[in-house]
C-alpha cells in the first residue's frame, strides 16, 4: 500500500489565494450586477513589453524551420548562453561580478523558492520574517522542517516579526540559531525596502554561523530610492552566504510567460559541498529548462529598447502605488510600501481584524484585497493591496474605500 506525506496532511487549509478566490467568488454569486475590483492578488495586467513580442515572433519563427529549431537545452543550468550571459552583463553593470555559471534560469521565482529546500536537509532549522510570503512557510512544512501547526505558527520554524516598531525589517534572532533564512527585499506583503546596513548585518550573522540567506529580490526593479540595495551580493561577504531568486513577472509582466533566474555563488560552500554543484545537480535531474522562445523573450527585456519599455510599464504600476498609498492616508489608515515595490499595506481600523476588512470592502466597496493575517500572526491587523490594476480602476478602487470610510 502506498503511503502519502504525513507533512500535508498537516498544513491549515488551503493556500491563501484559492481562499480569498472562494470568498470572492461566494460574493459575486450572490451579487451578479456587481463589479469587483481586484487589488487582490499580485498579478499585472498591463501587456508584454514590444520589444519581448518581436523577439518571440522572431523566436517562434526560428522554431518553424529546422535549420534553426531548437530541442532540448543542453547548455550550461539549463540556461542558453545568450540568456545566461545578458543577466550576467546586467549585473556587472550594476557593479556586481556574477559568473554566467552562476546563473540558473528557471519558470520562475516561486518554484525556485519553494524547490531550494531539497538541497538541504530536513534537520535544517528555518527562520522567516513574519509577515512573510506563504511560500517560505508551506514548503518547508510540506518537507517536514517546519513541526506542527498550533493555529497560529509552526512550531520549529523561527517567526522573525516585522512591524512597524521595527520598520519592518527583523532584528537577529535571540537564542536559537536559524541554519536557513528568508529574506525579501523590496518586501511581498510589506513593501519594506531593506537599507545596505540593515542586510550588512544578517550577512555577517549568517557568516559567522555558517547560515545561508534565501534572498528573495522578485521586485528590485520597483526600487525608486537611492542608496537602496538591488542585490544581496552588492553586500560585503555576501557570496559565501547568500542565494538570490529574481523574476520577470512582475519586472516584464511574465507571470503568464513564465521565467525566472536564481543565482549562487560558486563560493557558497556548506558541509566541504558546493551549493551550486548542488543545485545544478537537482536541476540537471528535475528540469528540462524554460522554452526557446521564452527565454528569447527574456533576453530582449535587458536591451536598451526592452529596459526603456519595462521601465515605463514599472513607472506606470508605481503611479498606482502612489494613488492607493495618498488615497487610503487621506481616508485616515496608516500606511506603509508603495514606494520601492508594487504593494501597499495598511492598518485595519481599530479592533478590526484582517479578514474582517478584507470582507468589509469586498462586501461594501466591493474592491478585492489581501488579509494581512494570511501572511503570517504579525500580518493580522493589516490588508495588503497590490498596485497591478488598471489606472482608472485604481483611483475608483480608492474612491469606494474612502466612501465607506
Same mark, same amino acid.
Given at each position: *500500500?502506498?503511503?502519502i506525506?504525513q507533512n500535508?496532511?498537516k498544513?491549515?487549509? %488551503?493556500?491563501?489565494f484559492p481562499?480569498?478566490g472562494?470568498r470572492?467568488?461566494?460574493f459575486?454569486?450572490e451579487?451578479?450586477p ?6 487582490g492578488i499580485g498579478?499585472?495586467?498591463q ?8 523577439? *518571440? ?5 526560428? *522554431?518553424?524551420r529546422?535549420?534553426? @529549431?531548437?530541442?532540448?537545452?543542453e547548455e550550461?543550468?539549463?540556461?542558453y548562453?545568450?540568456?545566461?550571459f545578458?543577466?550576467r552583463?546586467?549585473?556587472?553593470a550594476?557593479?556586481?561580478?556574477i ?8 519558470d520562475?521565482?516561486?518554484s525556485d ?7 538541504? %536537509?530536513?534537520? /535544517?532549522v528555518?527562520? =522567516?520574517c ?5 511560500v517560505?512557510?508551506?514548503?518547508n512544512? *510540506?518537507?517536514?522542517? #517546519? %513541526?506542527d501547526y498550533d493555529?497560529?505558527k ?11 516598531e /521595527?520598520? @519592518?525589517?527583523p532584528a537577529?534572532?535571540e537564542g536559537? =540559531? ?10 511581498n506583503?510589506?513593501?519594506?525596502a531593506a537599507t545596505r546596513e540593515?542586510?550588512?548585518m ?6 559567522a554561523h555558517?547560515?545561508?540567506?534565501l534572498?528573495?529580490?522578485a521586485?528590485e526593479a520597483?526600487?525608486?530610492?537611492p542608496?537602496?540595495p538591488?542585490?544581496?551580493f ?5 557570496k559565501?552566504?547568500?542565494?538570490? @531568486?529574481r ?9 503568464g510567460?513564465?521565467c525566472a533566474?536564481t543565482?549562487?555563488p560558486?563560493a557558497?560552500v ?10 545544478s545537480r ?5 528540469? /528540462?529548462g524554460? #522554452?526557446? =522562445?521564452?527565454?528569447r523573450a ?13 521601465k515605463?510599464?514599472?513607472? @506606470?504600476?508605481?503611479?498606482n502605488a502612489k494613488?492607493?498609498k ?6 485616515g ?5 508603495g514606494v520601492?515595490a508594487p504593494?501597499?499595506w #495598511?492598518?485595519?481600523?481599530?479592533g478590526?481584524s484582517?479578514?474582517d476588512?478584507?470582507?468589509v470592502?469586498?462586501k461594501k ?13 504579525s500580518g493580522?491587523?493589516?490588508?495588503r493591496l497590490t ?8 483611483v475608483?478602487a =480608492?474612491?469606494r474605500i474612502?466612501?465607506?470610510?
Open positions: *500500500m502506498a503511503h506525506n500535508f496532511l498544513l491549515p487549509g %488551503g493556500y491563501l481562499e480569498i472562494r470572492v467568488r461566494a459575486s454569486a451579487n451578479p456587481k463589479s469587483l475590483i481586484r487589488l498579478d499585472v495586467t501587456p508584454l513589453a514590444p520589444a519581448v513580442i518581436e523577439a *518571440m515572433h522572431k523566436a517562434v519563427e526560428e *522554431m518553424g529546422k535549420e534553426t @529549431f531548437r530541442g532540448y537545452c550550461t543550468c539549463c540556461a548562453d545568450f540568456l545566461r545578458a543577466i552583463d546586467s549585473y556587472k550594476a557593479g556586481v561580478e559568473a554566467d555559471d552562476e546563473i540558473f534560469v528557471s520562475g521565482a516561486k523558492c519553494g524547490s531550494i529546500g531539497d538541497i538541504f %536537509g530536513l534537520d /535544517n528555518v527562520a =522567516v513574519d509577515p512573510v510570503y506563504p517560505y512557510v508551506d514548503t512544512a *510540506m518537507a517536514g522542517r #517546519a %513541526g493555529g497560529e509552526w512550531t520549529d520554524l523561527i517567526y522573525l516579526p516585522c512591524t512597524a /521595527n520598520g @519592518f525589517f537577529l534572532p536559537k =540559531v536559524p541554519d536557513l533564512i528568508y529574506i525579501c527585499s523590496p518586501n506583503p510589506t513593501g519594506a540593515q542586510l550588512q544578517w550577512v555577517d550573522y549568517a557568516n555558517g547560515s545561508v540567506i534572498y528573495d529580490s521586485y520597483f526600487i525608486t530610492e542608496g537602496i538591488h542585490s544581496i552588492e553586500i560585503e561577504g555576501a559565501t552566504c547568500a542565494i538570490e @531568486f523574476s520577470f513577472s512582475k519586472t516584464a509582466g511574465f507571470t510567460t513564465r533566474y543565482v549562487i560558486k557558497l556548506r558541509d566541504g559541498a558546493s551549493l551550486n554543484a548542488l543545485w537537482r536541476q540537471g535531474t528535475k528540469f /528540462n524554460v #522554452a526557446y =522562445v521564452t527565454q527574456a533576453e530582449a527585456t535587458f536591451t536598451a529598447e526592452g529596459q526603456k519599455q519595462i515605463e510599464t514599472i513607472a @506606470f504600476y508605481l503611479n494613488v492607493i495618498e488615497g487610503l492616508s487621506a481616508a489608515l496608516n500606511v506603509y510600501g520601492n504593494y501597499i #495598511a492598518r485595519t481600523p481599530e478590526v484582517s479578514w476588512f478584507f470582507d470592502l469586498l466597496a466591493c474592491v478585492v484585497t489581501t488579509p494581512g493575517a494570511g501572511f503570517g500572526p493580522e491587523g493589516y490588508i498596485a497591478f490594476g488598471d489606472a482608472d480602476a485604481t475608483e =480608492v474612491e474612502k466612501d465607506i470610510l
